[in-house]
């Protein structure tokens, strides 16, 4: 199998996990509470933190049942259209298809499910591309969610993509996102200067990447509920 750099927040350090602050799911060690308390693992021992990782990252099953596969754990996670295989399991054997024409030279994809960006980003490490699925806990201590779009650079919202009773008037989201960002504002994160010792640079430069395109997507998608609530009052 390709030799994978896997980098998650739960081996982050402190200062370094401090910049997600706030951020939903907000259980960024949770991978290394499994693995220490379920396990017995030990992250300090190199080939323990190599093998958490990679079970974490690239196995396929679920919560109950998980292994490793030769070449399937190599793909890499797509989106939407970006998607270019499908799943066969007959309850027996079990095939990965290509389901459309592809090119040589061109990359061979799989989905990690649709999991919100805040999930991917805790377990895989990385920042999913279009469309992005964000979720965050409401103050009624609810989940919300939104789903991004890029369309050539115009971003558009579907502010209901999982059809929430509770999100059925843009009027609830918005309130629960202001809420969200009010908090978010009141409680920044520290400020780590570049070259802070204590912060690996990959790591801050994700964190930051990370939390501003979290702050982008609820301010992005606040305005597209304000603007419909504006439409649905001039009707």
């Known amino acids: 199998m390709e030799d994978h750099l896997v980098d998650i927040p739960a081996i982050w350090n402190e200062h370094e996990r401090s910049i997600l602050q706030g951020l939903y799911p907000g259980d960024w060690q949770r991978h290394l509470v499994w693995f220490e308390q379920h396990c017995g693992g030990d992250i300090r021992d190199a080939h323990h933190l190599r093998s958490m990782l990679l079970v974490v990252a690239r196995s396929n099953g679920n919560d109950n049942q998980a292994c490793m596969s030769p070449f399937y754990d190599s793909l890499n996670h797509a989106n939407g259209n970006?998607?270019?295989t499908d799943n066969n399991w007959d309850g027996e054997n079990f095939e990965k298809l290509i389901n459309q024409v592809v090119e040589p030279g061109q990359q061979v994809f799989n989905s990690f499910g649709?999991?919100?960006v805040g999930r991917l980003f805790r377990d895989y490490g990385f920042i999913s591309q279009y469309p992005r699925l964000w979720t965050f806990t409401g103050a009624d201590g609810q989940e919300y969610a939104f789903e991004c779009f890029d369309d050539n650079g115009l971003?558009?919202?579907?502010?209901?993509?999982?059809?929430?009773?509770?999100?059925?008037?843009?009027?609830?989201l918005a309130q629960q996102i202001t809420q969200h960002l009010e908090e978010?504002?009141?409680n920044p994160p520290n400020d780590f200067a570049e070259d802070d010792?204590?912060?690996?640079?990959w790591r801050h430069r994700m964190a930051k990447e990370f939390r501003a395109e979290y702050l982008h997507a609820m301010n992005t998608a606040l305005e597209a509920c304000n603007s419909q609530i504006a439409t649905l009052g001039e009707i």
Do not use: G, R, W, Y
């Not at 010792?197 to 640079?201: A, G, K």
């Open 82 to 84: 970006f998607v270019n």
């Open 114 to 116: 649709d999991a919100d």
């Open 155 to 172: 971003m558009t919202i579907d502010i209901n993509p999982l059809d929430s009773p509770h999100q059925q008037h843009p009027e609830n």
């Open 184 to 186: 978010l504002n009141a």
């Open 197 to 201: 010792e204590n912060l690996d640079p």
